[in-house]
């Protein structure tokens, strides 16, 4: 799995109920052919991830059929895992990071 683009949005807590910020990613993924998540249509990663200033972590995520967005049910392995929360982290908009 090769994370191969993003985009990022700030989800609003208008009343302040949330600690930290929360972010909406989509994470455009490649895989290869042979892999049981391989789809002619595109594959996306859609990942809740909130930071704070003490942790950063996910909240919810679900891959998606790019073209039909159709969800589709798979879970990521551990060393994937630890791959999006690092790409997230990295890639929080700096604007909004505390």
């Known amino acids: ?3 191969t683009g993003h985009t ?3 989800l609003e807590d208008p ?3 949330l ?3 929360r972010f909406e990613f989509f994470l455009n993924i490649a895989v290869d052919e042979e892999d049981e998540l391989y789809t002619e249509n595109g594959l996306l990663l859609k ?3 909130t930071a704070t200033n003490e ?3 996910i909240l919810q995520y679900y891959f998606v059929e790019q ?3 159709k969800i ?3 879970a990521l392995e551990d060393d994937e895992e630890n791959l999006v929360k690092s790409y997230c982290k990295d890639n929080i908009p700096m604007d909004d990071a505390e």
């Open 1 to 3: 799995m090769e994370i």
């Open 8 to 10: 990022v949005e700030v």
């Open 15 to 17: 009343f302040g109920l």
């Open 19 to 21: 600690d930290g910020e």
């Open 47 to 49: 990942v809740i991830f």
């Open 55 to 57: 942790e950063s972590r």
């Open 67 to 69: 073209s039909t967005e």
């Open 72 to 74: 589709l049910d798979f």
